[in-house]
């Protein structure tokens, strides 16, 4: 069984895709920017780590509509414009998965959706029985 969800985020009608796909035991997350879930305004301009944390937490907001935690994720991928600021990115990244420590890949990206957003995050998880 497939399950999917949205955000109510206006790229993903335009685009055609949706925030979060559960298939089977899997939870797959689209990129998650540096947005304002209440008005899709990007936030924290300029700052790598606090950006980090909110498409982290755009991410954890996603896998809670399906029973997930960060404890279910078992993979992550960081879209970054400045490979230079890895350790900002990486910090905020440690702190939201501590032991969990999921499979990850950061990397460079010449731009982004919006010349603002520093970073873009994608996540997998698993759970047994979420896609039921």
């Given at each position: 069984?497939?399950?999917?969800?949205?955000?109510?985020?206006?790229?993903e009608g335009?685009v055609g895709y949706?925030?979060?796909v559960?298939?089977?035991d899997?939870?797959?997350?689209?990129?998650?920017?540096?947005?304002?879930?209440?008005?899709?305004?990007?936030?924290?301009e300029?700052?790598?780590?606090?950006?980090?944390?909110?498409c982290?937490?755009?991410?954890?907001?996603a896998?809670?509509?399906?029973?997930?935690?960060?404890?279910?994720?078992?993979?992550?991928?960081?879209?970054?414009?400045?490979?230079?600021?890895?350790?900002?990115?990486?910090?905020?990244?440690?702190e939201?998965?501590?032991?969990?420590?999921?499979?990850?890949?950061?990397?460079?990206?010449?731009g982004?959706i919006?010349?603002?957003?520093?970073?873009?995050?994608?996540?997998?998880?698993?759970?047994?029985?979420v896609g039921?």
């Amino acid at each position: 069984m497939i399950r999917r969800v949205g955000s109510g985020a206006p790229w993903e009608g335009i685009v055609g895709y949706s925030r979060a796909v559960a298939a089977g035991d899997h939870v797959h997350v689209s990129g998650c920017a540096p947005v304002d879930p209440a008005d899709g305004r990007v936030v924290h301009e300029g700052d790598a780590y606090a950006q980090t944390r909110q498409c982290l937490a755009n991410v954890l907001r996603a896998l809670e509509r399906f029973g997930c935690s960060a404890a279910d994720v078992v993979r992550t991928r960081i879209y970054v414009t400045d490979i230079a600021r890895w350790r900002e990115y990486g910090r905020a990244h440690g702190e939201v998965f501590g032991e969990v420590r999921p499979a990850t890949t950061m990397v460079e990206v010449a731009g982004l959706i919006d010349p603002a957003m520093l970073v873009e995050i994608e996540a997998d998880a698993y759970r047994a029985g979420v896609g039921r």
